[in-house]
């Protein structure tokens, strides 16, 4: 029998010697959760993209989708590291939240800048889950001394973390653009600081495509905090606001 100490150490390597349970097996069943949740997402974000009002919002939910595309690719990886069979496990919590967001497309008009609100809100849902699923998996790897699954693992949950503060900016962005539409006081000089600020004062699709409309993937290309600049202009970013509050990550 086992004494205490000795079964401690052994479920942080991976199993209770008792019980044949511990944290090999629920690190293994998470994997499958998330691989099987990066598969729903990249669905989901192909659903978002179709319906997204702008090209801003558009490009940022088709590159994430690619994004994940690779996540899903080294989620592999990181199975075939562990030598344990690639299987898609379930995940409860990504099925709802892509319900959610085909509930904020059919609550809100076509070609609204609110259903690009709605969909970036429903997107930073998505990824809050997927910090919270890759960083305990993260954890667990480096407990269990999976170095290489540790590596891949922190490397996703950097992603994951980039595209909600990229998120943050981009809905900023349009909460800027659309006050400074509607408020019509502020000066040229304000105007300019923001990229595509033209919105129809109903407050629905603007259809600026001059040149101060920033363009596809490069729209929120700038740094992670603070102000940042665009390829073709400047939009205001906070810490990590997102669109309905703010988050401590
Ligand atoms: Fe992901």
Redesign the pocket.
């Known amino acids: 029998m086992a004494t205490f100490g000795e079964r401690i150490a052994n479920f942080f390597s991976g199993n209770d010697t008792e019980t044949q349970e511990g944290l090999h097996g629920l690190f293994v069943t998470e994997l499958r959760n998330i691989y099987y949740a990066?598969k729903q997402?990249v669905d989901a974000l192909g659903e978002q993209a179709d319906a997204a009002t702008t090209d801003e919002v558009r490009n940022a939910f088709l590159q994430?989708q690619q994004?994940?595309r690779n996540?899903i690719a080294r989620l592999e990886q990181v199975f075939q590291s562990l030598n344990v069979d690639v299987e898609e496990g379930s995940c409860a919590a990504i099925d709802g939240l892509a319900e959610d967001a085909r509930m904020v497309v059919s609550n809100t008009h076509s070609g609204s800048l609110t259903r690009d609100a709605g969909l970036i809100m429903a997107a930073q849902k998505v990824e809050h889950h997927?910090i919270a699923s890759y960083g305990s998996v993260v954890t667990l790897a480096q407990i269990m001394g999976h170095t290489q699954a540790a590596q891949l693992l922190q490397q996703?949950l950097d992603?994951?973390k980039n595209?909600d503060k990229k998120l943050t900016q981009l809905a900023e962005s349009f909460i800027n653009d659309r006050a400074n539409s509607e408020s019509g006081d502020m000066g040229s000089s304000d105007r300019d600081q923001y990229s595509g600020s033209v919105v129809n004062p109903d407050g629905t699709r603007y259809s600026d495509s001059s040149s101060q409309t920033y363009q596809s993937g490069e729209s929120y290309s700038g740094t992670q905090s603070g102000s940042s600049t665009g390829s073709t202009g400047t939009y205001r970013s906070g810490n990590d606001a997102t669109l309905g509050g703010t988050m401590g990550i």
């Open positions: 990066e997402a994430h994004e994940s996540q997927e996703t992603e994951e595209t």
